[in-house]
């Protein structure tokens, strides 16, 4: 639908930067190489654009050594990475009850193999956590803690910065899910003491589908998840032992990177700052007028300041999908309904069963984007489900 209003940032921005959709086209038309596998000009351009890629996201996470950056087809692969190496030998982690289920469900296998155990910290909807709880769960066995840096359902943001102090204290590594905030909150995981990051090129950092990445803290290297060509050391039948080879088998989406890398560059020359304001305005707005509609409950903080641009509710009795559609066919607003591929976050808020609404935004969108979506939440509101 042409002229529509999109709504649906987490799952994916749209649009994207101009900047974005011009590297791509011009790596498609112009340069086309496989990265590190051949010695033409066309595939030395190629390897230098995801250079590029790691290099600008270096800067935007103040990580010292770019080759600490290493590519995955999104934040998934990523977390699987890090749990399934970390835990391929047994032990026990740690996590949140506001998990995705792209830290649940790798979790949950391993179990089922009888060789891992965990355990889910509670927190509260507004993304508080007890860390007290923290302390009592990590074991002489415990190998891993793993949190969201925001809840994909809630916006809610957790305290990151206090359960890596506890996590160090412990001589556990910590696996930071930053799908939701690389991009639009700072992070710079050298200083916090995050062993792992794992994020998405396709969210807050304007890149295309297909692409994000893990970055690996000196000392906390795991197994690869993916063993075979890596364009080094050809000759050896063992995987590389140096990063980044050692985790990116195969050819990468060097098109996608190209994407990624002018997607990130819009983040560092728009400033997060500036995007956590933009977008922290606009959430407000959003969260003051939804408030004020009668029937509607809103999950998470009721402040800004304390989540991201993430806000979920459900309006009278209306389900989330029949809201959602209503939106969507009448109104021409893009938002999501549902469960969000996260149960464990909606048994936390209590919306297992009904699921939720989510607008989420970025910093392309505007303030008449949710001024739009409140006048028609209101005018639905007055009709009868």
Not at 20 to 31: G, I, K, N
């Amino acid at each position: 639908m042409s002229g529509d209003i999109y709504l649906d940032n987490a799952a994916t921005t749209y649009p994207k930067p101009e900047s974005v959709y011009r590297a791509m086209d011009r790596f498609a038309r112009e340069v086309g190489g496989n990265p590190g596998r051949s010695g033409h000009h066309r595939a030395l351009e190629s390897g230098r654009e995801v250079l590029r890629a790691r290099e600008a996201l270096a800067r935007l996470l103040r990580v010292t050594d770019p080759s600490r950056i290493v590519f995955t087809k999104n934040a998934t692969e990523a977390l699987n990475l890090v749990i399934r190496g970390r835990l391929r030998d047994g032990g026990h982690a740690v996590i949140t009850s506001l998990e995705h289920n792209s830290v649940w469900r790798p979790l949950e296998a391993l179990a089922g193999h009888g060789d891992v155990t965990y355990t889910v910290l509670q927190c509260g909807a507004d993304g508080s956590l007890d860390l007290a709880d923290l302390r009592e769960a990590i074991t002489p066995e415990t190998r891993l803690v793993a949190c969201t840096h925001a809840s994909n359902v809630s916006g809610a943001l957790l305290p990151v910065a206090e359960i890596a102090e506890v996590a160090a204290e412990r001589g556990v590594p910590l696996l930071l899910d930053a799908a939701q905030t690389a991009g639009r909150v700072e992070i710079h995981p050298e200083e916090m003491g995050i062993a792992y990051l794992a994020f998405t090129g396709h969210k807050e950092l304007f890149g295309p589908q297909g692409t994000g990445g893990l970055y690996v803290a000196p000392g906390w290297d795991v197994e690869p998840l993916t063993y075979g060509g890596t364009g080094s050391r050809s000759e050896s039948s063992l995987q590389p032992d140096f990063l980044p080879d050692r985790y990116e088998s195969g050819t990468l989406n060097a098109h996608g990177l190209a994407g990624l890398r002018a997607g990130v560059e819009y983040v560092l020359e728009t400033g997060v700052g500036e995007i956590r304001r933009h977008e922290g305005e606009l959430t407000g707005i959003l969260l003051e007028g939804l408030y004020s509609i009668p029937g509607t409950l809103v999950y998470g903080p009721r402040e800004w300041e304390k989540r991201v641009g993430i806000v979920s509710f459900n309006l009278g009795e209306y389900s989330s999908s029949e809201l959602a559609s209503i939106l969507d066919q009448d109104y021409g607003i893009c938002v999501r309904s549902g469960l969000h591929c996260s149960p464990l976050a909606h048994r936390t808020l209590g919306t297992l069963r009904r699921g939720v609404v989510r607008a989420s935004l970025s910093h392309l969108n505007t303030p008449q984007d949710v001024v739009a979506l409140l006048h028609a939440l209101r005018e639905i509101s007055r009709r009868k489900p």
